[in-house]
């Protein structure tokens, strides 16, 4: 009996293969067209100016040229909007995190007076664009004094109501009856806050971490409102500068492209796995 099952057991997964082959063949030609995209601005990179031109389409170059990327730091202070960039983008991450958590695990736990109706008006401003709340950012921060400075941009991305939704749901998963042993041993809303929710909620709060990196790297359009001098001027802004009035230094722009994304790349295979399980786990318990 045990024998006759062993052959059955082992044409399964093979069975399965086949029987999947279509779905992989589709997801494996959306991932090459995902990447097409990619592979040319790399390849962009590597040629030089007239190459660019004569063979446009061609992945490969006939003429690499990495002195493209030396020449980048030397058309403009690429690294000091590395730097800004990165300012920015931690500041805003670390707010984000922490404010978010902690108004996620007030809606999740706590027990107020009017706090349903809070958290849905809160939750009801993600309907708004971000362009419309872009004039009244901008005349309060010309109030407090801070166009062209970059708590300009830190502040306004500190509070998310996206990542408080999504912290929120996280918790509402976790099992009440870890604070409840807590509460017996006299720990406090902070204790259980910080020794009980959040070493439990690594995932969602990876998850939430990568959204906040991915845009405050790839905003363009509140730096070009608030940020006016060059040595405030974030990655996005100085790619801008490689795209003249009269012509486009499209392997220069490709250089700087290349580099600006791979902070990007490399903290989303760093946090892959956190990132797959917070998108997992994240329940839409209400």
Same mark, same amino acid.
């Given at each position: 009996?045990?024998?006759?099952?062993?052959?059955?057991?082992?044409?399964?997964?093979?069975?399965?293969?086949?029987?999947? @082959?279509?779905? *992989? =063949?589709? !997801?494996?030609?959306?991932? &090459?067209?995902?990447?097409? %995209?990619?592979?040319? /601005?790399?390849?962009?990179?590597?040629?030089?100016?007239?190459?660019v031109f004569t063979n446009p389409f061609?992945?490969?170059?006939?003429?690499?040229?990495?002195?493209?990327?030396?020449?980048?730091?030397?058309?403009?202070?690429?690294?000091?909007?590395?730097?800004?960039?990165?300012?920015?983008?931690?500041?805003?991450?670390?707010?984000?995190?922490?404010?978010?958590?902690?108004?996620?695990?007030?809606?999740?736990?706590?027990?107020?007076?009017?706090?349903?109706?809070?958290?849905?008006?809160?939750?009801?401003?993600?309907?708004?664009?971000?362009?419309?709340?872009?004039?009244?950012?901008?005349? @309060?921060?010309? *109030? =407090?004094? !801070?166009?062209?400075?970059? &708590?300009?941009?830190?502040? %306004?991305?500190?509070? /998310?109501?996206?990542?408080?939704?999504?912290?929120?749901?996280?918790?509402?998963?976790?099992?009440?009856?870890?604070?409840?042993?807590?509460?017996?041993?006299?720990?406090?809303?902070?204790?259980?806050?910080?020794?009980?929710?959040?070493?439990?909620?690594?995932?969602?709060?990876?998850?939430?971490?990568?959204?906040?990196?991915?845009?405050?790297?790839?905003?363009?359009?509140?730096?070009?409102?608030?940020?006016?001098?060059?040595?405030?001027?974030?990655?996005?802004?100085?790619?801008?500068?490689?795209?003249?009035?009269?012509?486009?230094?499209?392997?220069?722009?490709?250089?700087?492209?290349? @580099?600006?994304?791979?902070?990007?790349?490399?903290?989303?295979?760093?946090?892959?796995?956190?990132?797959?399980?917070?998108?997992?786990?994240?329940?839409?318990?209400?």
């Amino acid at each position: 009996m045990i024998t006759e099952s062993i052959p059955e057991l082992y044409s399964k997964p093979s069975h399965r293969i086949w029987s999947n @082959l279509p779905a *992989y =063949l589709i !997801l494996g030609l959306g991932a &090459l067209i995902m990447l097409i %995209p990619l592979l040319w /601005s790399l390849s962009t990179s590597l040629k030089t100016y007239s190459e660019v031109f004569t063979n446009p389409f061609g992945l490969l170059p006939n003429q690499w040229s990495f002195q493209n990327f030396i020449e980048v730091f030397k058309v403009v202070p690429f690294h000091l909007y590395f730097l800004n960039t990165l300012k920015i983008t931690v500041a805003c991450t670390v707010g984000t995190l922490g404010t978010s958590a902690m108004a996620a695990y007030a809606f999740a736990r706590l027990r107020f007076p009017g706090r349903d109706f809070l958290f849905w008006g809160y939750l009801a401003t993600l309907m708004i664009p971000r362009q419309i709340t872009l004039v009244p950012t901008f005349v @309060l921060m010309k *109030y =407090l004094g !801070l166009l062209d400075n970059h &708590l300009s941009l830190i502040l %306004p991305g500190m509070f /998310s109501a996206y990542g408080t939704f999504l912290l929120r749901q996280f918790f509402l998963t976790l099992p009440v009856e870890l604070e409840e042993a807590a509460v017996i041993d006299g720990c406090g809303y902070l204790r259980r806050f910080f020794q009980i929710i959040l070493p439990l909620s690594k995932p969602a709060l990876a998850t939430l971490g990568i959204f906040t990196i991915m845009a405050q790297w790839n905003d363009f359009l509140y730096p070009m409102i608030f940020i006016n001098s060059d040595h405030n001027r974030t990655l996005t802004l100085g790619l801008a500068i490689f795209r003249g009035d009269a012509d486009v230094q499209w392997n220069l722009l490709m250089a700087a492209t290349t @580099l600006a994304s791979l902070p990007m790349v490399l903290a989303f295979l760093s946090a892959q796995r956190f990132f797959v399980e917070g998108i997992a786990m994240t329940g839409i318990k209400g």
